[in-house]
Structures are given as structure tokens and as C-alpha cells.
């Protein structure tokens, strides 16, 4: 039986936007210069993929702002974000942990993709923390780079699916997203991890990755 899925009670919005207003600029700078050490900018080009966590900021930022700095000198004009959407209520682990078991959820009224230039279905996706330092470091990375006019800038599109098992292509809004990105260099986030003392384990049990984890 697979490991059933729980609500995340965590106000993980207000913890995020708190870490990142507490950052100094010497702290952002030091950000951005570790993600200097990655040269992403081609492989989007090329039509790769990059895929950044979403994790505690002073840990995870700079992978974060070497995403952000990979879009920006792609040279592209769209970029298409794709999130995860976190099971914040009752009804979205029920209906995931009931895909997880096997069940057809084809029909479901949560399955498709949300995202705020896309026809609208649900609205769980506003309540979702997973791309709140992409936000942040594209500000900062294009602040940085002289474009403080938005209009300026490459357009974003955040889009998060959800239920999309083994056929994402049926998922509603898919449509619309595969032809917004046809232009657009892709990029996305994910969780390497679900376990140790960011989600609940104590120092006694977690385990680095080398020991087992």
C-alpha cells in the first residue's frame, strides 16, 4: 500500500516570505555569486530543462537564483515555470493519495493544470509556496541586470498541475500550456526530498544521504 499522503498544515508562505525579507543585500549578493558557478543559459537554449528546489532559502537560494540566471541569458522571451501543487487541503491528499492506490481520476474535479493566465478551474495554486524565491530572485536577478521596468523584461507564466499520473497530456489547460511554451524555454521545481528535520524527523533520526536517507 503506498504511504498515504496528509494535508501540509505548515504556513509555508509567511515562512518563505519572512526568509526572504530578512536577507541583506551582502547576503543576496553572496546568492547570486554562488549561482554564478552554473552556466545554465545554453541548455535552455537548447531546449534542456532546469529544475531548481524549493527549500529553505539560505540553503537552496542560490540553486534557485542559478534557475533564474539560466532563463535571463537564454536570451529567450517566454519562460514557462512549471510548479508543483502541494496537497494544502483534506480534498487534494484524498484525491492523491487515492490516484496513488490505483483509482481512475481522470474525471476529477482537481485534476488539470492551474496557473494565473490559465483558464480558470481551481484556485488552489494561490495558496502554494513552491515558487514564492522564484518570484523573489527573478526580481532581484533582473533588478540587477537593469530591468526594473517589468515590460522590459521576458514574460513568466507559472502553471501548476496536479493529478497528472501517467498522462499529463489529458490534464485540463494541458493544451494551453503546451502551446504557450512552444516559444518559451522551460523550467521547473521540485522537492529532491520528503523527510529529515525540515519535515518533522528529529536530529536523532535524520540521516545525511551518504548514511542511508
Known sequence: MAQQAQPIRIDWPNIYTNQHAALSPAQIDTIFARAAQWKLGDVLSAGGVVVFPHAAVLDCGYQVAAAVNAALDSGASK???VSVLHAWTAEM?????RMAEGEEMT???????QGPELPSIREEWRLDHALIS????WNAACERRGLSDPNRRPRFQ????????????TLRNYEEVAKWAEDAVIVSTADPFHHGI??????????????GA
Open 93 to 97: 491528499s484524498d484525491a492523491r493519495n
Open 158 to 169: 507559472e502553471v501548476y498541475p496536479f493529478l497528472a499520473g501517467n498522462e499529463p497530456q
Open 134 to 137: 522564484w518570484r523573489f530572485f
Open 107 to 113: 474525471d476529477h474535479p482537481l485534476r488539470g493544470i
Open 79 to 81: 519562460v514557462l515555470v
Open 198 to 211: 525540515g519535515y518533522g524527523d528529529t536530529d536523532a533520526t535524520a540521516r545525511a544521504p551518504h548514511q
